[in-house]
């Protein structure tokens, strides 16, 4: 079945350093979708990307999708303590919009 | 005005034990989701159901058995507990085809003893 790969398992940076996560389908994807948790929350929709090539900005995140739609990645710009959590990847599995098949998250700590 | 709330938030059982979590939704989306997140912090999906019918059901154990009465409502409820079904469970909605991802409950920790 699909698989979603995402590294690094564990970041941890000093703030105002800067943060990336990668993430791999081993399928094409139709859609990619970024989610933080929080330690001790749930997951929280950060944003969707669907066409080819497409980057997209929220402040300091920047969200790339690659041009096979097999990749994708999350960057971070200087980082906060704000930014502490686990960032995880998801792609519709197996084809189906039903069943988001999350990669295996980037924990994320910021040493203030 | 919670968008995805479940109930308990806690739940501590012993083995063998029948346990129910409920999730409601008022976000007006047509599917609702179950999904399981270990110590590891893997999120695996559990079940998908779209306006109150099954759609995914991932090789969950007979004794895990949902039920929508209403697509606004999924509840989950789990037969003879044992110790390795401890974890976060996590309600979820979605509407098909919007731009805005899954809506996650706050999760309903479980811990069987």
Redesign the interface.
């Known amino acids: 079945g699909q698989q979603v790969m995402q590294i690094p398992q564990y970041q941890h940076v000093q703030e105002g350093e800067d943060f990336t996560t990668y993430c791999n389908s081993s399928t094409t994807l139709s859609n990619i979708q970024w989610y933080k948790q929080r330690p001790g929350g749930h997951p929280v929709f950060l944003i969707q990307l669907v066409k080819s090539g497409e980057v997209k900005k929220q402040k300091r995140l920047t969200f790339q999708f690659g041009e096979a739609k097999k990749n994708s990645s999350l960057h971070i710009t200087a980082t906060q303590t704000t930014d502490v959590g686990t960032y995880f990847c998801a792609g519709p599995g197996g084809g189906s919009n039903y069943k988001l098949t999350f990669g295996k998250g980037t924990l994320l700590t910021v040493n203030p | 005005d919670t968008a995805v709330s479940q109930t308990p938030k806690y739940l501590v059982t012993q083995m063998g034990n029948d346990k129910s979590i409920k999730c409601e939704q008022n976000l007006g989306h047509d599917?609702m989701?179950w999904y399981k997140q270990d110590s590891?912090?893997?999120?695996?999906?559990m079940f998908?159901y779209?306006n109150k019918e099954l759609?995914?059901n991932?090789t969950v154990p007979n004794r895990f058995s949902p039920k929508s009465p209403d697509k606004a409502h999924l509840n989950l409820h789990i037969n003879s507990l044992e110790l390795g079904d401890s974890a976060v469970y996590?309600c979820?909605s979605s509407q098909?085809?919007g731009?805005?991802?899954?809506?996650?409950?706050?999760?309903t920790r479980l811990t069987v003893v």
């Open positions: 599917t989701y590891k912090k893997f999120l695996k999906i998908s779209n759609i995914i991932e996590f979820a098909e085809g731009p805005h991802g899954y809506t996650f409950g706050s999760g």
